[in-house]
């Protein structure tokens, strides 16, 4: 709830500020360089327990210590790193079957409804946009890479994270947010066919929500996430 307060603050102060610019490119570049740990987390090559060195990471990225450790502390504070004295960074453990099956069970309650919020919101300019990242997501070269170093899971997230945030509830958008659900969901292993699967459930969701169709958006919302979850239930551990 804290950094949901500061939000609310910085979005005050960023609105009578007159005089501040905008930096897109340092922000893009927290962001990108945040974007590409969350992808290596989930991808099989950093299994839960492995060591994340600021000084490899930085190496490998050509970026400075500096957003790799903002990344990191970021990681952290959403439970998908952990930092032990005088070993550093490395990634989580695993939650446990109980703590995704009540994942599973929010998600439930709380995106089908908010799907039908973001049907009745959807602008053309919405629609344009959300194209964009489907196309990434339904591209098969793309898929490919995807499939190998996690990025479907950030675009998934993206994608409920985008539909989250045109239903226009700041509460349900934060709490989604920090649920973290997909990053979760696909440090498990072994979803090939769970990709296939969702891309296809992505489009029903998409088609009903940029034809305004409310209900539709809401139950395709629904099949989608109760599908989910029959498709990961048997990787849950104990
Ligand atoms: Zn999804």
């Known amino acids: 709830m804290k950094d949901y307060k500061r939000n609310l603050m910085s979005e005050k102060v960023g609105k009578s500020a007159v005089k501040l610019s905008p930096v897109p490119r340092r ?55 952990v930092k032990a004295q005088n070993v550093g960074y490395s990634t989580a453990p695993l939650p446990s079957a109980k703590v995704y099956k009540d994942i599973f069970q929010f998600r439930l309650l709380v995106e089908p409804e908010v799907a039908r ?43 409920h994270m985008w539909i989250a945030e045109k239903a226009g509830n700041s509460i349900t958008t934060h709490a989604l947010e920090q649920l973290h659900t997909h990053t979760h969901l696909f440090r498990l292993r072994n979803h090939h066919t769970v990709t296939e699967e ?39 551990g104990e």
Do not use: C, W
């Open 27 to 81: 922000a893009s570049l927290a962001e990108t360089v945040y974007e590409k740990i969350l992808a290596l987390i989930i991808s099989p090559k950093t299994p839960p327990g492995s060591r994340l060195s600021v000084d490899a990471l930085g190496r490998d990225l050509k970026v400075s210590q500096t957003p790799i450790r903002q990344a990191l502390v970021r990681l952290q504070a959403q439970g998908l790193v």
């Open 117 to 159: 919020m973001a049907a009745e919101n959807m602008s053309k300019k919405d629609v344009s946009k959300l194209e964009v990242l489907m196309a990434r997501m339904e591209d098969p070269v793309q898929k490919e890479l995807n499939l190998r170093y996690g990025q479907f899971a950030v675009d998934d997230g993206k994608f």
């Open 198 to 236: 969702a891309i296809v459930e992505h489009r029903a969701i998409f088609n009903a929500v940029i034809k305004r169709k409310a209900l539709l958006a809401r139950d395709a919302m629904f099949n989608h996430i109760e599908a989910s979850f029959k498709r990961m239930v048997p990787y849950f």
